[in-house]
C-alpha cells in the first residue's frame, strides 16, 4: 500500500483579514496600506497613558456581514478582552480581541472542486486589532518598527480541522478571498498582507478518530504557497512517521523559494495571555433591527449565484465560476440573461471576446460604454442566423465598442454582413461548387470526410462570405452523400 492511501491529512486554517474601513479599530488614524512608516499613529495608537478607545462600529457591521454571508450563528451580545503580552509592535502592551467569545459562530464555506460541492465547517469569525510592523531589512544592525499597522482591524476566520488536501485548502481560499472583495469589505490582497493565512497540519491513520499532532505553518504569502506548504508538511509528516520518528507540536516558517519548511518555535497548547475584558471598552449589543438591516443589504452571493448558473442554466463549473470571479462582470452577466434564455451562449461571450477586450483595453467592465442589451441582440441575430459568431465577434462587437447608440441590427446591415439564409441561394452555390470538384467529390465519397471544410469555404466565398455557414454544412452532407 502507498504510504498516501494509509493515512488522512487534517488541515485547519486561520485566516486573517485586514478590513477596508478608514479608521482603525479604536480610534481614528487611517487604516490605509503604504502610507510613509509612524505616519498613522496618533497617541492612542501609541498607547500613551490617559488615552481612550472608541470603538469603530463599521468594522462589526463587516464582521456581521462576513458572518452572514458564511451561514454563522452572529452572536448579539459582544464584549473585547485583552490578551496579553510583550512584544515591540504591540505598544499597549496587550491585543485586544474577542477571545473566548467571537460575534460569529460556526458556519460553513461551500468549495466546489471538480464539480463536487462540499462545505467546510468554521468555528468561529471574530474582531481583533492588528499589531505593527517589524522591518529587519530597512537597517543592517537595528530592527526598526512601523505603527501604521497598529490597531487596523482584523478579521480571523478560524476553520473546524475539516480540510483534507492542500486542493481543498487552495479552493477554500480562493472563496474566502473572493467573498471579501465581493463584499468589499477587505481588498484579499495576501502579497500586501491584507489577507493572511496560518496552516494547521496533521495526518492520521484513515479511519482513526482523534486528531493528530498538528504543525502550524505561517509566512504563507499567496494561495498557491499555502498549497504548496500544505503538500510538503503531508509528505514531510508522513515520513516521519513512516521512521516512527515522533510528531512535535511546533510552528514552522515557509520558504517559498525552495518549497520547504522549517522549524521556528515548538508550541504549547498552554495560554499563558491572562485575557480579561478591555475595562476602556464597553460591551456592544447587536440589536435584531440591525441584524435584519444587514440581511437585507447583503448582495447576491457568489456561491449562490454560481450555484445557480450550474444547476438551473447548465453553465459548466468552469464558466460558473469565472462568471462569478467579480462582482461588476456576473452583474453584468446577470442583465444580458435578463434579455436572453441563451445562457450558454451569454457565458461565451463573457469568457471569450468581452473578458479578451477587458484584458486588451486594460479596462473593466463597468468603464465600457456597451451594453448588456447590445451583446443580448448580437446573441439573437446569431441564434436567428442573420449573422455567424465569428462576424459578430470581430466586426460587429467591435463597431459596438465604439458606437455603442447603435443597435447590433443596424451595424450589421450597415457592414452588409446579414446572412443569406435563403435556402434557394444556398443551394445554387453548394450544387455549384460540388460541379466544380468531382475529383474532391469522389475522395470525400471514399472516407476523406475532413475535406467538408473544402467544399464550404468555396461556398462561403462564392456568396462573398454571406452564406449562413449552418446552413451551407447542412446542405453539403446531405447532396455530398448523393453518389
Ligand atoms: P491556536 O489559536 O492556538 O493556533 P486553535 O485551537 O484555535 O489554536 O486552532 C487553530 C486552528 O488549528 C483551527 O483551524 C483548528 O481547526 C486547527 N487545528 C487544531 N488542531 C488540529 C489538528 N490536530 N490538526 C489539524 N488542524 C488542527
Ligand atoms: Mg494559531
Known sequence: MKN??????VIGLEVHTQLQTNSKLFCGDSASFGAAPNTNISPITLAHPGTLPVMNYLAIEYAIKLGLALNCRIEQHNFFARK??????LPKGYQVSQHTTPICKNGFVPIRINNTERNILLNRIHLEEDAGKSLHDVDKNYTSIDLNRAGVPLLEIVTEPDLHSADEAYAYLTQIRRLVRWLNICDGNMEEGSMRCDANISIRLKGEKKLGTRVEVKNLNSIRNVKRAIDFEINRLINLVEAGEKIVQETRSFDAENGTTFSLRTKEDADDYRYFPDPDLSPFFISDDK????????????????????????????????ICDDKEQAAFFEKIIEHTNNYKAAANWMLGPIKNY?????????????????IASIIQLIDDGKINFSIASSKIFAALISDPNKTPLQIATELNVIQESDTGSINIWVEEVIKKMPDKVKEYQSGKKGLIGLFAGEVKKLSKGKADMQLVNKFLEEKLQIK
Open 291 to 322: 441584524l435584519q438591516q444587514i440581511k437585507s443589504n447583503l448582495p447576491m452571493l457568489p456561491q449562490d449565484l454560481e450555484k445557480k448558473y450550474i444547476t438551473s442554466y447548465n453553465l459548466s463549473g468552469y464558466d460558473a465560476a469565472v
Open 84 to 89: 496579553n503580552y510583550f512584544y515591540p509592535d
Open 358 to 374: 477587458l484584458n486588451e483595453a486594460q479596462t473593466s467592465i463597468n468603464e465600457c460604454a456597451f451594453t448588456p442589451q447590445g
Open 4 to 9: 498516501n492511501d494509509k493515512y488522512e491529512s
